[in-house]
Nanobody
Framework: QVQLVESGGGSAQAGGSLRLSCIVS????????GAWFRQVPGSEHEFVAA????????RYRDSVKGRFTISRDNAKNTVYLQMSSLKPEDTAIFYC???????????????????WGQGTQVTVSS
């Protein structure tokens, strides 16, 4: 059984920062890739960032490059999303995801991620 629990969401002013954390309860966490998605009401899950377990290779959606940083601490079974220079359009529910599939070109497809957290709300005001 794989469980993911996010924390760190909340409210911020535009230009501010938040740090999300996701603790993954699974054996051999360092065999899984981690990712963050976000969703606004009425829309599909939107890929934000992903990190490869073996060498911390990362990938980001264009709109968050230079503002968001994904990282992981395998000793703590945790993946993080540091968000800076927040914009109102970043407002969404953020979800942590994990998978054991190869780190490949289908990273942005939420259907290709096996395990999900319950989500944490991020609200950015102007």
């Amino acid at each position: 059984q794989v469980q993911l629990v996010e924390s760190g969401g909340g409210s911020a002013q535009a230009g501010g920062s938040l740090r999300l954390s996701c603790i993954v309860s699974v054996r051999a966490w360092n065999n899984y890739h981690g990712a963050w998605f976000r969703q606004v009401p009425g829309s599909e899950h939107e890929f934000v960032a992903a990190i490869r377990w073996s060498d911390d290779i990362t990938r980001y959606r264009d709109s968050v490059k230079g503002r968001f940083t994904i990282s992981r601490d395998n000793a703590k079974n945790t993946v993080y999303l540091q968000m800076s220079s927040l914009k109102p359009e970043d407002t969404a529910i953020f979800y942590c995801a994990a998978r054991g599939r190869p780190f490949s070109s289908d990273l942005e497809n939420p259907a290709k991620w096996q395990y999900w957290g319950q989500g944490t709300q991020v609200t950015v005001s102007s």
